[in-house]
């Protein structure tokens, strides 16, 4: 791009041309790191279940800190790795919405150390983890995580009716529910989207002009 | 004065002038850009507007020293990484030159 004189029609071009770039479907950034917490959940929580009905050592449980040990720096390896060089309102919000719900499953699970018995820990994890689905969903606009979570926050109350080892196992069926299927479902549209992008910049290669009407 | 020359010093009077800082390519490309977003890099804003570093690196300049953009020099791990936003500034004068070019339509 170079510095020349415009006329109305190529300024109206390039504004649509550059909110069009920005427009593609950014705040919808795939399922990674849904799917990274998710089957990290599974594999952890399945572990914990059959590694506690064959030797009958509740000690096992503390292997759920390895969710944070294992998931955390991988999840800022990611993030880092598809850095677009770009931060988007949404992107923003999105970011902030699992900074919180991440300390707040931080202090919780610490606290734990201190008193065991405190609150029932799966069923408020799961809260908390939905929560933050449910939310992520409405604010991206994008019905299978927006489901995903309000099914995922009313069932969270299936955990104050089992006890002991059925827990481990119904939250392990949770992270199936609220990140692994949206963390699929997400990642399957991102493709999708990508593809589309890619056929219509071929069909429409160059057409801006009727866009820019928009503006 | 002629029935048509009159009618011409009406149409010109109804087209709102541009702002000249803005009626460049380069220049509108970009504040259309960090309209939309938060903040851009200078690899993004370079790629997507598909300009040279050296261009950018100018256009960008005058942006900033007019306030319609704040520019800031950092690291992302050891590399350098410049970081443009739109500030409100910027963002009025972009609304004021979309609305002066709805006149000339």
Redesign the interface.
């Known amino acids: 791009m170079e510095e020349k004189n415009l006329n109305q029609n190529e300024s109206l071009e390039i504004i649509s041309r550059m909110i069009k770039e920005t427009r593609t479907n950014l705040e919808r950034d795939g399922g990674g790191i849904y799917l990274l917490w998710g089957y990290l959940w599974l594999i952890v929580a399945l572990a914990i279940y059959f590694l506690i009905r064959e030797t009958g050592d509740y000690r096992v449980q503390w292997l759920w800190f390895a969710m944070p040990i294992i998931g955390y720096p991988t999840m800022i390896y990611m993030l880092k790795k598809r850095d677009k060089g770009i931060v988007t309102f949404i992107g923003r919000v999105i970011g902030n919405i699992w900074i919180s719900v991440g300390v707040a499953a931080g202090l919780l699970s610490l606290y734990m150390l201190v008193d065991y018995n405190a609150y029932p820990i799966l069923f408020v994890m799961a809260l908390l983890v939905n929560v933050g689905v449910a939310i992520s969903g409405l604010v991206i606009k994008f019905k299978p995580v927006i489901i995903a979570g309000f099914l995922g926050i009313a069932l969270s109350f299936v955990m104050l009716m089992v006890s002991g080892m059925e827990q481990i196992l119904v939250s392990a069926g949770f992270a199936v529910i609220m990140l692994i299927i949206p963390g699929h479902i997400l990642n399957d549209a991102k493709r999708r989207a990508g593809s589309a992008k890619r056929g219509g910049n071929v069909k429409n290669g160059g057409n801006v002009a009727r866009g820019g009407s928009h503006v | 004065m002629l029935k048509t020359e009159v009618m011409l010093l009406e149409e010109v009077a109804m087209f709102k002038e541009?702002d000249p800082l803005l009626?460049?390519?380069?220049r509108?490309?970009v504040i259309?850009?960090l309209?939309?977003?938060?903040?851009?890099?200078?690899?993004?804003l370079r790629e997507?507007?598909?300009?040279t570093a050296g261009?950018l690196s100018v256009?960008l300049e005058k942006l900033s020293e007019a306030g319609y953009i704040e520019v800031e020099k950092g690291y992302?791990?050891k590399r350098p990484r410049t970081t443009c936003r739109i500030t409100e500034t910027g963002r009025k004068a972009f609304e004021d030159?979309?609305e002066a070019?709805k006149s000339?339509?």
């Open positions: 541009l009626h460049s390519q380069l509108l490309a259309s850009l309209a939309s977003l938060e903040e851009a890099d200078f690899v993004y997507k507007t598909s300009s261009n256009q992302s791990g030159y979309v070019l000339y339509f």
